[in-house]
């Protein structure tokens, strides 16, 4: 996770929950992607939509600092500076000189050029002020890409807030995916099973078809039997009938 992730809810600028970037307590980030420029940086000279610099030459305006101290002494001089070397001139033209008396200590004044290392003396606080130049870096000078930034967070709000909605409607759309997938399924099935019982009703007709065939077949060639040994039956009696007729006229001949 990079150092730009800002979790859901919280601010742009100090990462803290409780308020957005446009009521952000704090100082502007000059980094990251509301106010800060990219990683690899534009070159100097080159200008944003607005037609302002993005960056400023080190070199063209040098960065200033708000004053906290008056200017101090780079060192503390024991001595006074040595004259100046003038042409040697012959001693016999010059009357005897009294002897020098010894140099007074020098006190640091504000009028020299002092070092704040060096310095003890005792100088209120006074608190910085906010820079009077423009489009230079400065630790309290808004970025001239500070409301583009500021756009792109209101944005970005605005996105984070309306993810429940996309959120609700994607699983909508999948609810209703996986309904037509289901109901297309269900269609499926129910017409494989049409397929399959006309398929049976079919071959049961085919079946029965046959079966009454075949009973009929074997009723009438039962009905032909049935037919022949009637005739076999009715010969037989008739046959017994004329014996018994011609034995019965043998025994009233044999009477008489």
């Known amino acids: 996770m990079t150092d ?4 859901y809810g919280a601010c742009f600028n100090c990462k803290q929950q409780g308020h957005w970037a446009r009521n952000c307590p704090y100082p502007r980030r000059d980094e990251g992607l509301i ?4 990683i690899s940086g534009p070159t100097y000279g080159a200008c944003s939509s607005r037609g302002q610099p993005l960056l400023v030459a080190p070199t063209t305006i040098p960065p ?12 503390v001089p024991s001595a006074p500076p040595l004259p100046t070397p003038t042409a040697p001139v012959p001693p016999s033209s010059l009357p005897p000189s009294p002897p020098l008396p010894p140099p007074p200590l020098a006190v640091p004044t504000h009028n020299v050029t002092h070092d704040a290392s060096m ?10 002020q906010a820079a009077t130049y423009q489009n230079a870096p400065s630790w309290n000078n808004w970025n001239p890409r500070a409301r583009e930034g500021e756009l792109l967070a209101l944005v970005r709000e ?3 807030d ?8 994607r699983l909508e759309s999948e609810r209703k995916a996986r309904e037509e997938q289901e109901r297309m399924a269900k269609e499926a099935e129910a017409k494989k099973a049409e397929e399959e019982a006309k ?29 022949k040994i009637w005739e076999k039956l009715g010969k037989a009696k008739k046959q017994r009938r004329v014996t018994r007729l011609a034995e019965k006229r043998r025994r009233e001949d044999r009477r008489k």
């Open 4 to 7: 730009n992730f800002v979790p």
């Open 35 to 38: 106010t800060g420029r990219p």
């Open 64 to 75: 200033q600092y708000a004053p906290s101290a008056p200017p101090l002494p780079m060192y």
């Open 119 to 128: 310095s003890t003396t005792l100088v209120p606080y006074q608190p910085r």
């Open 158 to 160: 605005i996105a984070y």
């Open 162 to 169: 309306n993810r429940e909605l996309r959120e609700t409607r």
């Open 199 to 227: 398929k049976e009703a079919d071959k049961e007709a085919r079946l029965a078809k046959m079966m009454n065939e075949r009973l009929g077949k074997m009723e009438k060639k039962r009905e032909e039997d049935n037919k």
